[in-house]
């Protein structure tokens, strides 16, 4: 069920910090070290145009400060 919920983050992912599980994260940008985090645990990335783009529903959405 949370493997299908999007983390959206009202700005750019940094890579501080460790991911330890899939996660599905929608931002502004993404430095390089978020993105290797991110992807080392089979996680997606988009862009919160894309998340826009694509009208995913509200449902699967989980806002981030």
Same mark, same amino acid.
């Given at each position: =069920?949370? !493997?299908?919920?999007?983390? $959206? $983050?009202?700005?750019? $992912?940094?890579? !501080?910090? +460790?991911?330890?599980?899939?996660?599905?994260? /929608?931002a502004? *940008?993404? %430095?390089?070290? /978020?993105? +290797? !985090?991110? =992807? =080392?645990?089979? *996680? %997606?990335?988009?862009?919160?145009? +894309?998340?826009?783009?694509h009208? $995913?529903?509200? %449902?699967?959405?989980?806002?981030?400060?």
């Amino acid at each position: =069920a949370n !493997k299908e919920k999007i983390l $959206v $983050v009202p700005g750019k $992912v940094m890579g !501080k910090g +460790d991911v330890t599980l899939h996660m599905n994260v /929608a931002a502004l *940008g993404y %430095s390089q070290a /978020a993105k +290797d !985090k991110i =992807a =080392a645990h089979k *996680g %997606s990335m988009i862009t919160l145009n +894309d998340l826009v783009t694509h009208k $995913v529903a509200p %449902s699967k959405l989980v806002l981030v400060k």
